[in-house]
């Protein structure tokens, strides 16, 4: 396991208690570099939506398990956020949730001479991807082949 991959974990285990007492959701968290710094993200959600007031409870119980636990050995940026309109389809529940919802997909090489993909989420498993297509054909997707996936939304 690497060590990004071993933050985000020990992050999650301590997050989730709090998520749960709030009766949150914990969506996602991530440790990640952008430019010198790191940050640890924490995307939380509940049904009707996350307000600030939601993050900064959140975030002032993380920080303070943070700051007891001490296993991060870089200095990091801590977030608490919601995961936005275009949130990413990641783990089993997010592909479950999202069954019979619109997503865009976007791929690492070309398909099909495109990198872009709209479609119904219609089926999922560890390996593949099923979206039905505008012109009500269906397409499969290697997991390996994605970039990204998330709920697609229009304004």
């Known amino acids: ?45 509940k049904p009707g939506g996350i307000d600030i007031n939601d993050c900064e409870k959140v975030s002032r119980r993380l920080s303070d398990l943070l700051d007891e636990k001490d296993y991060i050995e870089d200095a990091y940026i801590l977030e608490v956020s919601s995961p936005g309109l275009g949130r990413p389809l990641k783990k089993e529940k997010d592909f479950k949730r999202s069954m019979g919802e619109e997503v865009e ?23 593949t991807v099923t979206i039905a297509m505008e012109d009500e054909t269906e397409k499969t997707f290697d997991r390996s082949d994605i970039a990204l996936i998330r709920l697609a939304f229009d304004f």
């Open 105 to 127: 997909i976007r791929t690492y090489r070309m398909i099909d001479k495109q990198k872009e993909f709209t479609g119904v989420l219609t089926g999922y498993d560890a390996d």
């Open 1 to 45: 396991m690497s060590k990004k991959e071993n933050y985000e974990q020990k992050t999650e285990e301590i997050l989730l208690p709090i998520t749960e007492e709030y009766g949150f959701e914990l969506v996602d968290v991530e440790y990640v570099k952008e430019g010198s710094t790191w940050y640890l993200r924490a995307y939380i959600d």
